[in-house]
């Protein structure tokens, strides 16, 4: 892919400099005809605020090299500036005219030495005046103690004897695993930067008795008599205990080796799917579907980005699968390469579930409008007799710049449909006259069925249901990715345990016409009463949402409600009139969970509720 973006940024800078005889020169030699659009590259690159701020400047730069060339050495530039400042700083808050002396300094030093890492506290989580005070107090101190926040286990760590103008990052680095080497106090759970890990206060004996289980994990103790209680789950992404069996797939391949057949799309073809897509309330696709897959960085690394609303149903359906892969199948969650190849995968799962003897991949027969998805009557066809999985895998690996680049995710939606086939999908419908494109270009439940299950099924119940002489079929086994639903609260449809226990912890939730992801850490929380198994009243599950909350890590703390759990509601009486002093507007989120796990409370952990 790299390659092809390389490639365009040459052309193009050749082109607006008015060099085409050396254009001509370069097109002759460089064989590789793959083309690729300038919004593409601008994707792909992720320029597109540095391009609009070039297009706004007194003096705009015209080709995407300069832009981009111009963007680096101006960041180049003011990194130096900054990395000047804080020597400058740091110089004049030493005292030149004292002599280095290894005794004196030790309590500055403390104030001025990086914590470990089990240290960090949260930035949405401050310490009190109180706990400052203490701090400052106790620093000079041969041993002191601190605490990241209220009830966690407290570690003891020693004062140093360096002096703030000579310490060297390195001997300061050495020296803190010393001494933490040194401590016969068990390691803390929080092994991860605290971005990625629910960090809400707990009390001190949770904190306990989590430290204990882990000690007997690592070290493989098998003591039944001990009874230890596991009341709370901490959510740790990077660390979970999800089961999954072995892939065999290589994430880290490059690319693959089978050819296909490739044949244009016919009138006979594009009717049919177009009236299944639309059945005349829809002449195509909305604009907003003209989107690549998208990845998202720290902190929802494991996110895909969505532009626009409309393509939610693909997209949330999709984000599942590549949380199978990309965060329970491997562990490599930096290189880009591997984020695709995930992806990929993910593509591979949905399709292998609908049709595991073809695969027939839409591909672009002309350039479209920017302004527009393209077309079904625009494309050709590939075609792929499948032999196994891996095989598919290897076939959507020749083929990743097509989902990557402009109308990634509808020329996958239009695959689909044509790998799964239009008679096959009108089959498993409850009426042929069911649309897999709603009114306001969202996916109907058929669509999302066809991602998670493989079969454009119209209900989620359980099986199927006799109506006098009308049959209606309903999800036939247990899927792998789960399925929620705020119409299932409203009472207009019923959820199964089939969607509802999934294979995976991960969960597709509808939202009032909007579709994202909830997912887990933790295998127990797939039952609908995870609290009653190895008595975990207290999980956490992380909820994404590509289009409104991209770049929030948003923690769900949740807690089954009893007789010693969660608030009492008090009804009071006032002429006459009773109502709850409790009553307060409830997050749609919430009475979603409820038609899974009951009566709860949820903590939001400092982050904003969604309504």
Request: aromatic residues 8%.
């Amino acid at each position: 892919m790299h390659q092809i973006v390389v490639k365009a940024l040459i052309r193009e800078f050749l082109l607006k400099s008015g060099l085409t005889e050396t254009l001509n020169t370069f097109d002759k030699e460089y064989k590789d005809k793959t083309t690729i659009t300038k919004m593409d590259v601008i994707l792909q690159l992720g320029l597109s605020k540095v391009v609009k701020r070039n297009n706004l400047s007194l003096k705009p730069l015209k080709s995407l090299l300069e832009i981009l060339v111009s963007h680096l050495l101006n960041k180049k530039a003011q990194l130096e500036a900054l990395t000047i400042a804080s020597k400058a700083e740091r110089i004049e808050d030493i005292p030149q005219d004292i002599p280095y002396d290894p005794s004196v300094g030790a309590s500055r030093m403390n104030k001025m030495k990086k914590r470990p890492q089990s240290e960090y506290k949260p930035k949405n989580l401050d310490l009190s005046k109180e706990e400052e005070v203490v701090i400052e107090q106790k620093e000079d101190k041969k041993d002191e103690t601190f605490t990241s926040n209220k009830g966690q286990q407290e570690i003891s760590r020693k004062s140093s004897t360096k002096q703030v103008r000579l310490q060297d990052y390195q001997d300061d680095k050495i020296d803190d695993q010393s001494n933490q080497d040194k401590k016969e106090l068990p390691n803390l759970l929080l092994s991860q930067p605290p971005k990625l890990i629910n960090m809400k206060k707990q009390s001190e004996k949770k904190e306990v008795d989590q430290v204990i289980l882990k000690d007997l994990q690592d070290n493989n103790q098998d003591n039944q008599s001990m009874n230890i209680k596991v009341e709370y789950q901490k959510c740790n992404i990077k660390q979970h205990n999800v089961q999954l069996q072995i892939s065999n797939l290589n994430y880290d391949k490059s690319i693959g080796f089978n050819q296909g057949k490739r044949r244009p799309q016919q009138k006979t073809i594009t009717q049919p799917i177009k009236k299944l897509l639309f059945q005349g309330t829809m002449n195509g696709l909305p604009k907003s579907w003209s989107q690549p897959f998208i990845f998202k960085d720290e902190p929802t690394f494991f996110g895909l980005h969505q532009l626009e609303g409309g393509p939610c149903g693909v997209l949330a359906s999709v984000q599942a699968y590549y949380l199978k892969h990309f965060l329970f199948s491997q562990s490599s969650y930096s290189k880009v390469s591997i984020k695709q190849n995930c992806l990929l995968a993910a593509l591979s799962d949905i399709f292998y579930k609908s049709n595991k003897e073809r695969l027939i991949i839409a591909i672009p027969a002309r350039d479209s409008s920017m302004n527009q998805a393209i077309g079904i009557e625009s494309c050709d066809q590939l075609e792929y007799q499948i032999k196994s999985f891996s095989y598919l895998y290897e076939v959507l690996l020749e083929h990743a710049s097509l989902f990557f680049g402009q109308n990634g995710v509808t020329l996958f939606f239009y695959s689909l449909i044509l790998t799964k086939g239009v008679e096959q999908i009108i089959q498993e419908m409850d009426s042929a006259s069911n649309p897999l494109i709603g009114n306001h270009g969202h996916c109907t439940q058929e669509a999302v069925n066809l991602m998670l299950t493989g079969k454009a099924i119209s209900n989620c119940f359980d099986g199927c249901k006799q109506i006098d002489e009308l049959k209606i079929k309903g999800i036939e086994e247990r899927s792998e990715i789960g399925f929620l639903t705020i119409f299932e609260h409203f009472q207009y449809l019923e959820v199964g345990k089939n969607l509802k226990e999934p294979l995976l912890p991960i969960w597709v939730i509808c939202k009032e016409y909007h579709y994202s992801v909830i997912f887990g850490c933790n295998n127990d929380v797939i039952q609908d009463k995870p609290y009653l198994k190895n008595n975990l009243k207290e999980f956490d599950l992380v909820f994404y949402d590509g289009l409104n909350n991209p770049d929030d890590l948003i923690i769900i703390t949740i807690r089954r409600l009893g007789a010693q759990l969660g608030k009492q509601k008090k009804k009071i009486q006032i002429e006459g009139v009773q109502f709850d002093s409790s009553d307060k507007v409830t997050p749609l989120i919430e009475c979603l969970l409820k038609t899974k796990y009951g009566e709860l409370e949820l903590d939001w952990n400092d982050s904003m509720p969604i309504l």
